[in-house]
């Protein structure tokens, strides 16, 4: 057999007028864990998709055990022994787990065969789960076993992991980076894609860090050093560094402020019912940042929306000034409207309480500043949203949010999916506004990012809402509901 | 009162044979407006082939012509991803005007005197002779007994196949059944024809098992009223098939009001249908669960 | 008058009911409410029209037009709002709902114009004569057209202004391209942007029915919509649900009408073609604009 289990050798792919990977190679050593490394948009996505036939390359060649394959679809790469699992997850949130592992088989479905290979599977690896649940009712934790028992159940040789640890807590993620190693003992490869360093530098065998859509380094873990990673990763530019990792050095909170935000005991329910947050009380003060951690689903996703004012309490009393700016998860569709232009979506905050006539040339003039002011590259403000890369289009809501609220600034996942400059301009400026007064409040499903930025951090768990340390060891503990002894 | 219940299982069988069409459609993730097109389609087609080769043959090209429309709609709502609603409201139209401008164009201006061959009630042995139900259920065209014979082989396809899992799956999340091999555009273009063929079929049944001769425009509506049987039926075929009944008593209690003679206008009787299915919406509201990505073509696939 | 001149009349006049119909429509689709039921709405008009212009005193002379007018409105309007508060209140596509509501509202005028609105002699489907107050002054002397297309180009042209440059009009528009954005960016309240937007484009093809009935029959007939609300989407998607181009593709639709009746009347082709072509229009418009989409989704 050969000793190369997958081999992408000088992959090309563009969308449009973007090159997603310039010529970029990955050679996957059988029996050994994998690590590509790079910041967001380096490409270590496409890349992946592409070995997994989600995406089709404009040049290069993919070699399984040495055979030139191509994939015209993901069940061309799955009979070809490649599994993926997705950083997003790729469920069926009404169907039970059973059913989530045997879509895209064939001929006719034994549920009750089915269930029995899933229990035997499920015990054989060690990830255990209730077959007859469906995926909606499951925590995220038991979700991310759902999707590798998923691509187990192909019994793949190549098994490729697309950020797993993105929604685990610390505790989680550990384990489950070590049972990595454990699935490719019996002669498989696993490919774990990370941007975290010190992941990659402790569970895999070999590196590969792409940039900007090539490979610019490979090699061996242990031949390799943090700062020889860094260096390949950012391309030299290592400035902006000190404000992804670097503390927020400017701590200088302001002497004890007046209360902006304020929820006492709200309870929020969701339309089927469900209480999704628990009597949660906060206070965010003038001048300070609060961060937010959670698991996925805890009710994070409600405690942010009621500070901003965007959805009603169900009960208990929830006082907020009259403007809160927001920056929701899902920019593309929470906050722009990709089809209107830049100054359209300008004057979208605020659309909803405006009387009479709209001034656009007083609303172009504030455009044309806030572009200038936040640094978004863009022709002019009659352009659409769509046109604007994912960076420039988060700096400009982030501008609108904070020029229209000034006084408290709610910010969901703010850098998610950003580059690692557009990533430091976003925290920047959440800074700046911190600095100037704003209350802030900031969830990120990053843990670093959090400590990084926040003067306190307060964890959602099962809907209710406690005050915790700013250590990783104190977040992580509560993100799992473990209480401090 | 057997004559009424007879009445409510032949009026609900074309309703039932469109709406369990689109309830297969609909699983996939794609809301066909345009059925209403097909059951026209169909109508017409089963005059055409009725003519040429017998009655079945009459069902077959029905299902053809429901297909066919089907297919339209299907390049645009499935392959190009236009919306969906304004897709199938494009395709009823180019179907009723179709239907009607070909119908002048062979039968001449008068609608030509058609001497359509009909399907008779064949009765069942010793089925049909159960008390009360007996006759409503199984002394009817066979076209009926075919309905009987599609609902568990819709059900047992769509739960016990993996063809069927990929169906469900792709009309609650296509993203992740593509990610698990499943071919999306395939499954929801299979789908729409699938119902486009059932609903050729029911507009067959119009003709070939009621009215016996073509009305212009003689769907009536029905392509959207099983729009709404499906929602009723809570996209599952048995469920489907008894939520028409329900729209087949309402229209026979129009035949049975007539018959009985009352001052009401018939006008009310005429619309009771359509009001019916507003009301039967708003009254399921928050019980059901639709297909999770029902109607939504922004979603790329593949 | 010559030939040119006739087809030029009665394209207005057909034109007419097009235009305020595919007004209605392009509001509603901007909304992002799919409002398949200008055909109920305008006879839902028409019926209020009609009531208002046989039962009004001649006393009141001409101030029966704008009463039967505003009834047609207010009419349309409800029609629409039974639908609006169908999809606000228990989530029922409008779609159906407004489907259904043509075929109630059919009916509904069938059983009128044989029941309590008949004409005294009780011999024909169709309502008296209304008084002369209420019709439609003649645009131009010795023929058909009457102000009822003036009034189309006023509404047109007051919606485009008010959709482009009013708060309330940015609002709909928000809530049509995105409500997740116009809700969470912009604290807008969409369920009662876009009912209003429904019930406002309900009311439009009130006034439409309402114009049928004050400027061209003088009477409810039963059919007296021949489908104006289905040519209306074919009109307003023509559009680009731009209200000033609702004016251009509106007397197109016309001329295609009036050229199918005379088609029908002299080479034998149905009028029923009208509507494959309207069907054909609809199908091009949505090709060719998700065709440049794909286009220029690959060349980004």
């Known amino acids: 057999m050969h000793d190369v289990a997958l ?202 860090v792409l940039r900007r859509g090539a490979t610019v380094w490979t090699g061996r873990a242990d031949e390799a050093t943090e700062d020889a990673l860094v260096s390949a990763m950012l391309g030299g530019e290592r400035a902006p560094l000190e404000s992804l990792e670097g503390n927020n050095s400017r701590r200088k909170r302001a002497s004890v402020s007046e209360v902006v935000m304020a929820l006492r005991n709200v309870s929020v329910r969701d339309a089927s019912g469900v209480e999704r947050l628990k009597a949660a009380s906060l206070e965010v003060c003038a001048g300070e940042i609060v961060g937010v951690a959670a698991v996925e ?118 850098s998610r999916g950003l580059d690692i400059h557009a990533s430091a301009a976003v925290r920047a400026r959440i800074i700046e506004a911190r600095d100037s007064g704003a209350a802030v409040v900031i969830y990120s499903s990053d843990l670093d990012e959090i400590v990084s930025l926040a003067d306190r951090v307060v964890v959602v768990y099962a809907g209710k809402v406690s005050e915790c340390g700013n250590d990783y060891e104190s977040i992580g503990r509560a993100m799992l509901g473990v209480t401090p002894p | 009162m057997e004559a009424f219940l007879e009445g409510v299982v032949r009026t609900a069988t074309p309703l039932a044979l469109a709406a369990l069409g689109e309830t297969v459609t609909e699983r996939s993730g794609i809301i066909n407006i345009g059925l209403e097109g097909s059951i026209i389609a169909g109508a017409l087609g089963s005059v055409v082939g009725a003519a040429h080769g017998g009655v079945w043959a009459g069902f077959v090209f029905g299902a053809v012509c429901g297909l066919a429309v089907a297919a339209i709609f299907a390049l645009f709502a499935v392959v190009l991803r236009a919306d969906q609603i304004i897709t199938g409201t494009a395709v009823t139209l180019l179907a009723l005007g179709g239907t009607g401008t070909l119908y002048r164009l062979i039968y001449g201006s008068a609608g030509a005197a058609l001497n359509t061959p009909t399907l008779n009630p064949a009765a069942i042995p010793f089925l049909s002779k159960i008390p009360v139900v007996g006759l409503a259920l199984f002394a009817q065209p066979s076209i009926t007994y075919v309905l009987y014979a599609l609902i568990p082989v819709v059900s047992w396809w769509m739960y016990r196949t993996h063809a069927g899992l990929a169906l469900r799956s792709v009309g609650e999340n296509p993203a992740a059944a593509i990610a698990a091999g499943v071919r999306g555009k395939r499954v929801q273009f299979t789908a729409v024809l699938f119902g486009g063929a059932l609903g050729g079929v029911s507009g067959a049944t119009l003709v070939l098992a009621q009215a016996g001769t073509f009305v212009e425009g003689m769907s009536a509506g029905r392509g959207f009223i099983a729009i709404a049987i499906v929602v009723l039926g809570r996209w599952n075929p048995l469920g489907t098939v008894l939520a028409a009944l329900i729209f087949g008593a309402a229209s026979a209690l129009q035949f049975y009001f007539q018959a009985i003679g009352t001052n009401l206008p018939y006008q009310l009787f005429l619309a009771f249908p359509y009001v019916l299915t507003l009301i039967a919406l708003a009254a399921t509201h928050g019980r059901v669960s639709a297909p999770a990505a029902l109607g939504r073509q922004d979603l790329e696939l593949e | 008058m010559s030939q040119t001149t006739a087809f030029i009349v009665d394209t207005l006049v057909h034109a007419t009911p097009l235009m305020i119909t595919g007004l209605a429509v392009a509001i509603a689709f901007r909304a992002g409410i799919w409002n398949i039921g200008a055909d109920g709405q305008f006879i839902a008009g028409a019926t209020a029209a009609a009531w208002i212009g046989v039962s009004a005193p001649a006393t009141i002379g001409w101030l029966a037009l704008p009463l039967a007018l505003v009834a047609g409105a207010i009419a349309g309007g409800i029609w629409a709002a039974i639908a609006a508060w169908l999809r606000s209140r228990f989530a029922v596509l409008e779609v159906i709902s407004t489907i259904m509501l043509n075929f109630i509202a059919t009916y509904g005028a069938s059983y009128l114009v044989r029941g309590p609105l008949q004409e005294p002699t009780h011999v024909f489907p169709q309502t008296s004569s209304i008084v002369a107050g209420a019709h439609m002054p003649i645009l131009i002397s010795d023929t058909r057209l009457h102000w009822g297309f003036i009034l189309g180009l006023l509404l047109s042209v007051l919606t485009w202004y008010a959709m482009k440059y009013s708060a309330t009009g940015f609002r709909i528009r928000a809530s049509g391209m995105n409500p997740f954005a116009a809700r969470n960016a912009g604290l807008i309240n969409v369920p009662r942007v876009t009912s209003g937007a429904f019930i406002v484009s309900g009311a439009i093809a009130g006034i439409a029915g309402g114009v049928e009935v004050c400027g061209v029959t003088f009477a409810l007939y039963e059919n007296i919509s021949p489908g104006y609300g289905y040519t209306a989407i074919a009109v307003a998607l023509l559009a680009g649900l731009n209200p000033l181009g609702v004016i251009g593709t509106g007397i197109l639709f016309g001329a295609l009408e009036t050229a199918a009746g005379t088609m029908q009347r002299n080479a034998g082709i149905p009028a029923t073609t009208a509507s494959v072509i309207e069907a054909v229009v609809i199908l091009g418009v949505i090709g060719i604009a998700q065709f440049r989409s794909r286009c220029s989704v690959s060349a980004t």
């Open chain 1, 7 to 208: 081999e992408l050798a000088s992959i090309t792919k563009s969308f449009g007028r973007t090159t997603a990977l310039q010529s970029a190679s990955l050679s996957a050593r059988r029996g050994t864990v994998h690590a590509i490394l790079g910041e967001n948009g380096a490409g270590k996505t496409s890349l992946m998709r592409i070995a997994f036939g989600m995406l089709q390359p404009d040049a290069g060649t993919i070699r399984v055990n040495g055979d030139i394959k191509s994939f015209a679809s993901p069940s061309a790469a799955i009979a070809n022994g490649i599994a993926m699992v997705h950083q997003h997850f790729t469920l069926v949130r009404a169907m039970t787990v059973t059913e989530n592992v045997a879509l895209g088989g064939r001929g006719l479905l034994h549920p009750r065969k089915a269930r029995s290979e899933l229990l035997a599977l499920a015990r054989r690896t060690g990830f255990a789960i209730d077959p007859d649940a469906r995926v909606e009712e499951l925590p995220a934790g038991a979700q991310q076993r759902v999707e590798i028992l998923k691509a187990l159940s192909h019994k793949p040789r190549v098994l490729i992991l697309d950020e797993p640890t993105a929604i685990l807590t610390p505790i989680e993620a550990h384990d489950l980076l070590n049972r990595a190693r454990e699935l490719v003992n019996d002669g498989g490869t696993a490919i774990l894609i990370t941007h975290k360093l010190r992941d990659a530098l402790k569970f895999a065998d070999d590196i590969t």
């Open chain 1, 297 to 414: 689903g805890n009710g994070q996703h409600e405690l942010l929306r009621v500070l901003a004012g965007r959805i009603g309490a169900t009960s208990g009393v929830v006082t907020l000034p009259p403007s809160v700016g927001f920056i929701p998860e899902d920019r593309q569709r929470d906050a722009l409207i990709q089809d209107l232009s830049l100054r359209d979506n300008v004057a979208l905050a605020g659309a909803g309480a405006r009387r009479g006539m709209m001034d656009w040339v007083a609303i172009g003039d504030r455009t044309r500043n806030l572009l200038g002011a936040y640094d978004v590259r863009a022709r002019d403000e009659n352009v659409h949203a769509s046109t604007l890369s994912g960076g420039n289009q988060q700096k400009l809501v982030v501008g609108r949010e904070i020029e229209w609220a000034h006084v408290a600034l709610v910010a969901e996942n703010p």
